[in-house]
């Protein structure tokens, strides 16, 4: 069974920065693809960010562009994010995944049903 563990959510102040991590337990270079997800309660999942196998292509959704880095490092197997100049409505709760189907881009990536994490939650006050 795959596990992935985030770590890194808290509390801050609108400006301020924090950075996700998400821990694999498993070689997440034979991963095609991994992100991040958030979610507020009541409303849909929105993904985030995300990044392919060979790091070649990054992709983030729109409201976070320019502010949120997704990067990760294969040696430690770990999927970071690292989101800076946050804003109140980043407040949330988030998620990594990984493998699945479909482009790897924030619209139509669909992760494997058992590769999530259970949540991180950040919350930014004004």
């Known amino acids: 069974q795959v596990l992935l563990v985030e770590s890194g959510g808290g509390s801050v102040q609108a400006g301020g920065s924090l950075r996700l991590s998400c821990k694999a337990s498993v070689n997440i270079d034979s991963l095609y693809c991994m992100g991040w997800f958030r979610q507020i309660p009541g409303k849909e999942r929105e993904g985030v960010a995300t990044?392919?196998?060979?790091?070649?292509?990054?992709t983030y959704t729109e409201s976070v562009k320019g502010r949120f880095t997704i990067s990760k490092d294969n040696a430690k197997n770990t999927l970071y994010l690292q989101m800076n100049s946050l804003k109140p409505e980043d407040t949330a709760m988030y998620y990594c995944?990984?493998?699945?189907?479909?482009?790897?881009?924030?619209?139509?990536?669909?992760?494997?049903?058992?590769?999530w994490g259970q949540g991180t939650q950040v919350t930014v006050s004004s």
């Open positions: 995944a990984a493998g699945g189907a479909g482009r790897c881009d924030t619209a139509n990536w669909v992760p494997a049903n058992n590769l």
């Open positions: 990044i392919d196998r060979h790091v070649s292509r990054k």
